[in-house]
């Protein structure tokens, strides 16, 4: 089945810098990967998710990489400000699947003033 | 947006005892709801695929009869833990979707076993 990795577990940046987190899939089949932000107590929130036929998709201050051929695919944050300190979570399905996703084991981003 | 409504927020119950958990999607029909564990600090573990009308397809390793997962209609999907221990307590959030692509998840249950 799919396995997701993802890394690093924790990151740290001072407020202003950039922050990069990545992650790799296992299944070729995979079509779909979101990324969720998750802050403590609360639920995945979806902040942007890329398809496997787009290599680039970018939201204001977050924009995701993917590159199918080496199956991995990346979130930047630019500006990073205290407020974007959460875990988080990427995730891959395929299609067929209903929705299944399969999550990477999550970063713990940290903004410091 | 769709909004995915889980009740309750948390429950601190007895050993031995079974708790029921709500997932609801409030403005759209759910094709599939998903029910997820998150230890703290850790990832979501997807337990169960639910679909309305037919049985919970289960992650391996997750026992189906010690979580019972019913789909009664496109808008509701419940968890039941039932026999609950110490080992069950956890945070259990659910998600649901209508394209079979973005998921929209509920707001979690902590759940306390004493």
């Known amino acids: 089945g799919e396995n997701v990795e993802q890394h690093p577990s924790t990151l740290s940046v001072q407020e202003g810098d950039s922050a990069v987190i990545k992650c790799t899939y296992s299944?070729?089949?995979?079509?779909?990967f979101p990324w969720y932000k998750q802050e403590l107590g609360k639920r995945p929130q979806l902040i942007i998710d890329?398809?496997?036929?787009?290599g680039e998709k970018k939201d204001q201050r977050i924009a995701v990489t993917l590159n199918k051929t080496a199956k991995h695919f990346s979130l930047h944050i630019t500006e990073t400000q205290p407020e974007d300190s959460a875990v988080y979570f990427c995730?891959?399905?395929?299609?067929?699947?209903?929705?299944?996703?399969?999550f990477g084991q999550g970063t713990e981003l940290s903004v410091k003033p | 947006g769709a909004v995915v409504s889980q009740h309750p927020s948390w429950v601190i119950c007895k050993s031995g005892t079974s708790v029921k958990i709500e997932c609801r999607s409030l403005?759209?029909?759910?094709?599939?709801m998903f029910w997820y564990r998150q230890f703290p600090k850790q990832s979501l573990m997807l337990m169960a695929t639910?679909?309305?009308?037919?049985?919970?397809?289960?992650e391996q390793g997750v026992e189906k009869d010690k979580f019972l997962i019913n789909h009664a209609s496109l808008t509701l999907s419940t968890l039941t833990v039932t026999s609950a221990h110490p080992e069950d307590s956890s945070f259990y959030i659910c998600?649901?979707?209508?394209?079979?692509?973005?998921?929209?998840f509920g707001s979690g249950t902590q759940l306390s076993v004493l």
């Open positions: 998600s649901a979707t209508w394209s079979g692509e973005k998921l929209f």
């Open positions: 299944d070729s089949a995979s079509n779909y």
């Open positions: 890329i398809r496997s036929n787009v």
């Open positions: 995730a891959a399905s395929k299609a067929n699947q209903g929705g299944k996703l399969i």
């Open positions: 403005d759209f029909q759910a094709t599939t």
């Open positions: 639910s679909n309305e009308g037919s049985k919970a397809t289960y």
